[in-house]
């Protein structure tokens, strides 16, 4: 089993930045992809930002050039640095780790990230 545990969300005010991270811990296969999600509320759960475990990054178009995802493949880790923020941004954010070669989809609890003045 893998767990993962996210930390970092909280208020911002808009053009602000906060930095997320997330550790995941088990039974973990070199081959993964790990990356962020969000959910707003009324809305579908939706792609942020992921990283292979050989260091190919996929971005949402709407946080190109405002978000860098990084990961520490020794520790398992994944960061989501997130810049100029907006209130559209306003969700919770969702770790996620996924095998390539095996079967494998794991999602953390979720954080927080309000961005208001």
């Known amino acids: 089993q893998v767990q993962l545990v996210e930390s970092g969300g909280g208020l911002v005010q808009p053009g602000g930045s906060l930095r997320l991270s997330c550790a995941a811990s088990g039974s973990i296969f070199s081959l993964n992809v790990m990356g962020w999600y969000r959910q707003a509320p009324g809305k579908q759960r939706e792609l942020v930002a992921t990283i292979t475990s050989v260091g190919t990054i996929n971005y949402a178009d709407s946080v190109k050039g405002r978000f860098t995802i990084s990961r520490d493949g020794r520790k398992n880790t994944v960061s989501l640095q997130m810049n100029s923020l907006k209130p559209e941004d306003t969700a919770v954010y969702y770790c996620?780790?996924?095998?390539?070669?095996?079967?494998?989809?794991?999602w953390g609890r979720g954080t927080q990230v309000t961005v208001s003045s």
């Open positions: 996620n780790l996924r095998f390539l070669r095996q079967r494998g989809d794991y």
